[in-house]
T-cell receptor, first 116, second 115 residues
């Protein structure tokens, strides 16, 4: 079956520090990969996505590259802000013949706290 | 994207009772899903809500405990039956707008506490 493994957290950084959250996956086919973010007391928001190997997803200064050879999709940001404090989830969904199944498999989540 | 409204946003319930959570989408969508997020944990898929037929449940989840309805392409309900404190979780509705779009969108969630 499919699985997603995220680096152990929580992660605590000072404002303007560099962020990396590691994510690796196991999938039987060619999944699409996602990062979702959950701010305190809120639902999940899609942060970025990549649908094929070597694709780079980016949004709000965050980036992640779909690496098929290492089955990874690490999240990076060059300079974090206090407002980035949230829980980050790496996830995948299976696809077949151009159709997405829509069901997501999530990693454990990484709590990010950014201090001023 | 899609605008997804979940009701209620939170509730405190007595053990042994049932709660029905509603998920309303502002447009017709192909797929609707229900997830559970236990305290401090990741999200686990409960079931796929199928329009006009019985939901498809994931391993470990059964219809008697989590009956699901989906009468049309914009609405679904999840009932948490005969609740116990272990059912205290956030329950989230998710939708996929088209089968060719890989991403899914989420409602704000229902925070359930069972006492």
């Amino acid at each position: 079956g499919n699985s997603v493994t995220q680096m152990e957290g929580p992660v605590t950084l000072s404002e303007e520090a560099f962020l990396t959250i590691n994510c690796t996956y196991t999938a039987t086919g060619y999944p699409s990969l996602f990062w979702y973010v959950q701010y305190p007391g809120e639902g999940l928001q899609l942060l970025l996505k990549a649908t094929k190997a070597d694709d780079k997803g980016s949004n709000k200064g965050f980036e992640a590259t779909y690496r098929k050879e290492t089955t990874s999709f690490h999240l990076e940001k060059g300079s974090v802000q206090v407002s980035d404090s949230a829980v980050y989830f790496c996830a995948l969904t299976e696809n077949a013949g151009g159709t997405s199944y829509g069901k997501l498999t999530f990693g454990q989540g990484t709590i990010l706290t950014v201090h001023p | 994207s899609a605008v997804i409204s979940q009701k209620p946003s939170r509730d405190i319930c007595q053990r042994g009772t049932s709660l029905t959570i509603q998920c309303q989408v502002d447009s017709q969508v192909t797929m609707m899903f229900w997830y559970r997020q236990q305290p401090g944990q990741s999200l686990t898929l409960i079931a796929t809500a199928n329009q006009g037929s019985e939901a498809t449940y994931e391993s470990g989840f059964v219809i008697d405990k989590f009956p699901i309805s989906r009468p049309n392409l914009t609405f679904s309900t999840l009932t948490v039956s005969n609740m116990s404190p272990e059912d205290s979780s956030i329950y989230l509705c998710s939708v996929q707008t088209d089968t060719w779009r890989t991403e899914a969108f989420f409602g704000q969630g229902t925070r359930l506490t069972v006492v």
